[in-house]
T-cell receptor
Framework: GAVVSQHPSRVICKSGTSVKIECRSL??????MFWYRQFPKQSLMLMAT?????????EQGVEKDKFLINHASLTLSTLTVTSAHPEDSSFYIC???????????????FGSGTRLTVV | RKEVEQDPGPFNVPEGATVAFNCTYS??????FFWYRQDCRKEPKLLMS???SGNEDGRFTAQLNRASQYISLLIRDSKLSDSATYLC????????????FGTGTRLTIIP
């Protein structure tokens, strides 16, 4: 089945540094990538949607200059948390959709998530 | 009003019991509906899609009520391994493929 590989799974960084999270679709072309954030005991909140080769569309309240999204190829999307602060500590998950819906079960394939801790 | 709402629980039920969750959505034009299961510190896993006619997969039954704008999930003969958080998810409308999640309902099956 369709697989999205997300790295790193865990990262601890110092306040003020930047962290890059990668999501790769291993056996299909991810034309659309969704990036979510989940705080403890809360639901997944959509941060942004990116289509390959286009600028990402950010949800209301999400700072596009702080959360940089690049979706330069059909198999790779990255989220960079710039100048991270402790309040950015969260679980970040990507979800990929294929142009060919048949390539992913019901259309959405999730990465395994990245747990970011900013100290 | 939130786009998708769930009772956060927690639901603590004995093994073998039947448990049901509801989830309401605010956009009447919503097109696709799903139930996901999320274990602690893991990504959500698709449990089942929800169709207007209702659908069943083993011990799990999902229903959609468009008139009242809610979806439901029924788990029969619950197992210890069913302990998890159950998230409903909705695609709001055609042309907008964003998957919007509810807050999730925490279920613990007690031996």
């Amino acid at each position: 089945g369709a697989v999205v590989s997300q790295h790193p799974s865990r990262v601890i960084c110092k306040s003020g540094t930047s962290v890059k999270i990668e999501c790769r679709s291993l056996d299909f072309q991810a034309t659309t990538m969704f990036w979510y954030r989940q705080f403890p005991k809360q639901s997944l909140m959509l941060m942004a949607t990116s289509n390959e080769g286009s600028k990402a569309t950010y949800e209301q309240g999400v700072e596009k200059d702080k959360f940089l999204i690049n979706h330069a190829s059909l198999t790779l999307s990255t989220l960079t948390v710039t100048s991270a602060h402790p309040e950015d500590s969260s679980f970040y998950i990507c979800s990929a959709r294929s142009l060919n819906r048949g390539e992913t079960p019901y259309g959405y394939t999730f990465g395994s998530g990245t747990r970011l801790t900013v100290v | 009003r939130k786009e998708v709402e769930q009772d956060p629980g927690p639901f603590n039920v004995p093994e073998g019991a039947t448990v049901a969750f509801n989830c309401t959505y605010s956009n009447s034009a919503s097109q696709s509906f799903f139930w996901y299961r999320q274990d602690c510190r893991k990504e959500p896993k698709l449990l089942m899609s929800v169709y207007s006619s209702g659908n069943e997969d083993g011990r799990f039954t999902a229903q959609l009520n468009r008139a009242s704008q809610y979806i439901s999930l029924l788990i029969r003969d619950s197992k210890l391994s069913d302990s998890a958080t159950y998230l409903c998810a909705v695609v709001p409308n055609f042309g907008n493929e964003k998957l919007t999640f509810g807050t999730g309902t925490r279920l613990t099956i007690i031996p």
